[in-house]
Nanobody
Framework: QVQLVESGGGLVQAGGSLRLSCAAS????????MGWYRQAPGKQRELVAV???????NYADSLKDRFTISRNNAKNTVYLQMTSLKPEDTAVYYC????????????WGQGTQVTVSS
C-alpha cells in the first residue's frame, strides 16, 4: 500500500519561505512522476512542480522563479522549497506520485495547508 506523508506547511508572512516534504512508502514499482500540486479555495487543483520520467522538471510558469523542487530518490522523498511567498500562494499543497510500468497509478498525499498572511 503506497502512502504519502507530507509535512512542512503552516502560516507564514508574505515574503517568507517554507519547505514542504513528502515521504513515500510502500512503493514497489518504478516512479514515473513525483511532485506537487495545490488547490486554493474555490479553485481547481493546479500543477506546482513535478519531476517527470528521466529526471526532468516541470514547473508552473508563474512559480518557477520562487519555487524549487528537489528529491532524494533513495528515500522516495520529494521537497518543495518556496520563497518570496505571496498571499495568493495560500492553498492546500498535495504531494503526487505516479507509479508503475504497464499499469500506472496515481497517488496523492492528504494535503498540507500553506497560509500566507499579508
Amino acid at each position: 500500500q503506497v502512502q504519502l506523508v507530507e509535512s512542512g506547511g503552516g502560516l507564514v508572512q508574505a515574503g517568507g519561505s517554507l519547505r514542504l516534504s513528502c515521504a513515500a512508502s510502500g512503493i514497489m514499482h518504478s516512479v514515473n512522476v513525483m511532485g506537487w500540486y495545490r488547490q486554493a479555495p474555490g479553485k481547481q487543483r493546479e500543477l506546482v512542480a513535478v519531476f517527470t520520467s528521466g529526471g526532468r522538471t516541470n514547473y508552473a510558469d508563474s512559480l518557477k522563479d520562487r519555487f524549487t523542487i528537489s528529491r532524494n530518490n533513495a528515500k522516495n522523498t520529494v521537497y518543495l522549497q518556496m520563497t518570496s511567498l505571496k498571499p495568493e500562494d495560500t492553498a492546500v499543497y498535495y504531494c503526487y506520485f505516479n507509479v508503475g510500468n504497464w499499469r500506472k497509478t496515481d497517488y496523492w498525499g492528504q494535503g498540507t495547508q500553506v497560509t500566507v498572511s499579508s
